[in-house]
């Protein structure tokens, strides 16, 4: 029932979670990987109730997490999963079933909230209820507040049992931005889940969803704006005029999908609150990525995969000791004459590239390449054609100050739980986004901005 205008500063939709072309090759801008998708989810009730022409495909095994020492798929079926890595020589089993049994339950505290935006404070009437009959499930999270995950590991003996001590920091680091010593345990704990809840791949690419919604918007009579970049939010006494690309708007709500430095840079003054949530941000990661096309013959699996390479265990789990890698189905046509893609990402931290950055970044890029070649030749082999990014080329494309990527690191504290509501700056002035609640993940940013709406809606 609202008049709504959508601004894109790119000529296509999704940012970090998009598909670009090049070359006349398309490519995963940088996440690749999704949960929500499963009918039940967030992603898969949109998918229904806004009849979207996109299709979500489920491999067995999501991700293969290798090591110089290790290959282990992590399987969509929990069960099996746990089973596979029991099965491990020398693996305490009896440990391994305690430690996901306690795991378990804290996943399935708080995962089924991240089914429904309702369920986001405020609350109404029903998920206050709906909270209060799950009061026995949350109890038990108390012993974890204000603790790092690695407790849960050394209370069940299992710190030293390299293949899950691997996993849990590599997950912790892709979800949660720390590895496990550092991670508040209630939010790594749960997103060790994440495989396992309704995670897949989007036929075509992510930036299928992404069009598919703004078709969507567009057709429930909203308008979208691309390429239309915002250069200002200007404040009057009843509201905002936006002065974008070639138009302005005057209107009384104001939804930000920024990082509060780049929301900062558009207003006359940010206020104190915008600034505290800034200086929270400069903890974070940027990213340097590899865009492969590789040979359409290639004996590789058919359909879309992922790998975690780890190169040394023993080392920061950052600068190309650690990448993530996403290929494209073979049905996809992601390029000319069939070629695959895949898009390949490390953390780097952004003050650590301050002096002479194109060297850094070179270098950083090499190690992912003898990563990607002595744990995936497989893939290594296939390459035709290659790209690169740095943050600053992250920063460019996706205005995102320094190419700062996947939201606030959850450190251990009780920081992580003073802001748990949609985030009003001031009247009618909004932000949503990686770096306030929910954070990380596509569909935590996409929960976070249903549940601003509901609150939006009550304030209007």
């Known amino acids: 029932g609202q008049r709504v205008a959508l601004f894109e500063s790119l000529r296509y939709p999704g940012g970090c979670a998009s598909t670009f072309e090049k070359g006349g090759a398309h490519y995963e801008t940088g996440a690749t990987l999704f949960s929500g998708l499963h009918p039940d989810g967030l992603f898969g009730r949109w998918r229904q109730t806004h009849a979207l022409d996109v299709d979500f495909v489920f491999p067995e095994v999501p991700i293969t997490l290798r090591t110089p020492d290790l290959d282990l798929p992590i399987y969509r079926d929990r069960a099996r999963f746990i089973a596979s890595l029991a099965a491990l020589p020398g693996a305490p089993v009896d440990a391994i079933h305690r430690f996901f049994a306690e795991q378990g339950r ?20 029903g998920a206050l209820m709906w909270h209060l009959r799950r009061l026995p499930l949350y109890l038990p999270l108390l012993r974890h507040i204000g603790r790092p995950a690695l407790r849960l590991l050394e209370r069940h003996d299992l710190a030293q049992f390299a293949p899950l001590r691997t996993w849990v920091d590599a997950n912790s680091q892709i979800t949660v931005q720390v590895d496990a010593a550092q991670a508040e345990a ?29 078709g969507a918007i567009e057709k429930a009579g909203g308008q979208v704006h691309m390429p239309a970049r915002v250069r200002r939010i200007e404040q009057t006494p009843d509201g905002y005029i936006v002065h974008a690309r070639n ?33 929270s941000v400069d903890a974070g990661w940027s990213a340097c990525m590899l865009y492969l096309q590789l040979q359409p013959s290639a004996d590789l699996p058919s359909g879309p995969f992922h790998l975690e390479l780890i190169n040394d265990a023993d080392s ?39 002096e002479a950055p194109a060297a850094q970044v070179e270098a950083v890029q090499a190690r992912m390449m003898r990563t990607l070649a002595r744990l995936a030749p ?9 790209l690169t990014a740095s943050p600053r080329t992250w920063q460019r494309f996706t205005r995102r100050p320094r190419g700062l990527v996947g939201g606030v690191p959850r450190t251990v504290g009780l920081h992580n739980y003073r802001q748990i509501t949609p985030t009003a700056l001031k009247r009618g002035l909004w932000l949503v986004g990686d770096s306030v609640f929910p954070g990380q993940s596509t569909l935590a940013t996409a929960l976070g901005g249903a549940a601003t709406a509901r609150a939006l809606l009550r304030s209007v």
């Open 247 to 279: 138009r302005r708007i005057r209107t009384r709500q104001v939804v930000a999908n920024l990082l509060p430095e780049a929301l900062s840079g558009l207003l006359d003054e940010p206020g104190a609150r915008l600034r505290r949530l800034q200086a």
């Open 106 to 125: 804290v996943a399935e505290a708080l995962w089924p909230i991240l089914d429904d935006a309702n369920r986001l404070m405020p609350f109404g009437p």
């Open 378 to 386: 497989e893939v290594d082999q296939t390459i035709v054609h290659r």
């Open 186 to 214: 209630p939010f790594a704990l749960s997103t060790m889940d994440y495989i396992f809840r309704g995670t897949g791949h989007v036929h075509g690419g992510i930036g299928a969803l992404a069009t598919a919604l703004v």
């Open 316 to 354: 920061p789990f950052v600068d190309g000791n650690h990448i993530f890698v996403s290929v494209s189905a073979s049905d996809e046509k992601r390029g000319p004459d069939g070629v695959r893609t895949a898009t390949v990402s490390t953390h780097v931290r952004p003050e650590a590239l301050r």
